[in-house]
């Protein structure tokens, strides 16, 4: 899958960069278009895998380069100031090899939350490749301004996009970590999700045969209808533990006995299972999904057709619609087997209806508090001095 992947404010920009950061880790072979794009200098200076000619500041004459903080409003208006900046980068980097725009941000800053669907407005206007957004949701202790934020920027975004993938902060913790830690490792989750479905319909590495190809074009299919999609995800070892630190199992199989077909068909769809089932990154009700898409990568020995026929035919089961589209990566670049579960067009989504009820809270305390301010400050003049309008 080629993305054309923005990384637009903060967050965008660090899950960008650790993205990059993987694929050259991975010896990856993939092809990437980028841009991390920021009104706030620091913050495209501390990136460190991304490019310098990829990164792009925005708002200059308004913000100075020091940021818009969580004013998504203000981030907007840069944005759509400085939208032709922002196409043109992109239209000098290429896009005719392209199957999707892929915008990472997250939703309750400023500039990420503000500027992306100003992005995503004139994209899917400009271009006839799909346009997806990979939103990030602050977690609920992060305070109700940036529900708000959140809350607005969602409902720009399903306007023009083609799926948004949430992630929720608020659902992704880690004991005994900081916040700050926190936001790191889902960082790493979200990206290791992407490095899977980045995989599909790209060429396989030498000799590498695949059981059941998906392509691009499947994952757009998957993806139409411009609604909410959650992310689900599961590896184990592609060889035992017991194996591979040297220790002799209780039941030793002779060394030259193949994998059983049995046990590879099993194994995949039993991963399957526990990346629909299990944390995924938006908390949601499986049977709510309208269709969904599973992706096995790994090493070839170890993928199975029969155990993603299993597991396609079980994840049928469990969703509302009927569409389920299912295949694998063939790769020796990893010791482990990945399962990737995307669920599209969910609509059963309790954070979203938690966050809507925490804007509104938000929005009715704004405008009491400016209120209050108001009346508060002409209480300080005489009743008798009237106003010029």
């Known amino acids: ?30 092809e990437l278009k980028t841009l991390a794009v920021n009104t706030a200098r620091t913050d495209l200076m501390g990136l460190k895998h991304v490019p310098m000619q990829d990164r792009v500041l925005i708002g200059q004459t308004v913000v100075k380069g020091h940021g818009v903080g969580t004013d998504n409003m203000l981030g907007a208006k ?12 992109i239209d000098n980097r290429g896009t005719h090899e392209i199957d999707a725009f892929l915008i990472i941000t997250g939703l309750g800053g400023g500039t990420g939350s503000g500027g992306s669907p100003v992005l ?4 899917s206007e400009m271009y006839s490749e799909p ?26 975004l399903l306007k023009y996009v083609d799926n948004l993938i949430l992630v929720d902060n608020g659902a992704w913790k880690f004991e005994g970590l900081s916040l700050r830690e926190s936001f790191s490792r889902i960082n790493e989750e979200i990206v290791r999700r992407l490095a899977v479905l980045a995989r599909a319909g790209e060429p396989l590495e030498e000799d590498m045969v695949g059981e059941m ?28 533990e017991s194996k591979k630190k040297g220790k002799i199992p209780f039941f030793k199989r002779k060394e030259e006995e193949p994998i059983m077909e049995d046990d590879k068909a099993m194994k995949i769809a039993s991963l399957v299972r526990r990346a ?53 990566y063939p790769t020796r670049r990893t010791k482990y087997v990945a399962a990737l579960v995307v669920l599209a067009n969910v609509t059963d989504i309790p954070r979203v209806r938690e966050l809507q009820r925490m804007a509104a809270e938000a929005k009715e305390e704004v405008e009491d508090a400016e209120r209050m301010r108001i009346e508060k400050t002409l209480s300080l003049f005489d009743e008798d001095i009237e106003p010029l309008i």
């Open 213 to 240: 190809v998906v392509d691009s074009s499947e994952v757009i299919n998957t993806l139409r209808g411009g609604g909410i999609s959650s992310i689900g995800y599961a590896t184990s070892l592609a060889e035992p």
């Open 1 to 30: 899958m080629r993305f054309f992947m923005v990384g637009f404010g903060q967050a965008g920009g660090k899950i960008l960069d650790l993205f990059l950061e993987n694929e050259k880790m991975r010896g990856s072979n993939i």
């Open 120 to 123: 995503a407005k004139y994209l």
């Open 276 to 328: 629909a089932l299990g944390r995924l990154t938006v908390p949601c009700n499986i049977r709510s999904a309208e269709r969904a898409l599973v992706l096995v990568a790994g090493p070839p020995e170890h993928l199975d057709r029969k155990g993603l026929e299993k597991a396609k035919i079980w994840l049928e089961e469990q969703i509302a619609g009927v569409e389920v589209r299912a295949g694998d």
């Open 78 to 89: 840069i944005a759509q100031d400085e939208i032709e900046t922002i196409l043109s980068e």
């Open 131 to 156: 346009v997806y957004a990979v939103g990030i949701l602050p977690a609920p202790e992060e305070g109700k301004l940036y529900s708000l934020n959140a809350a607005r920027s969602m409902i720009s």
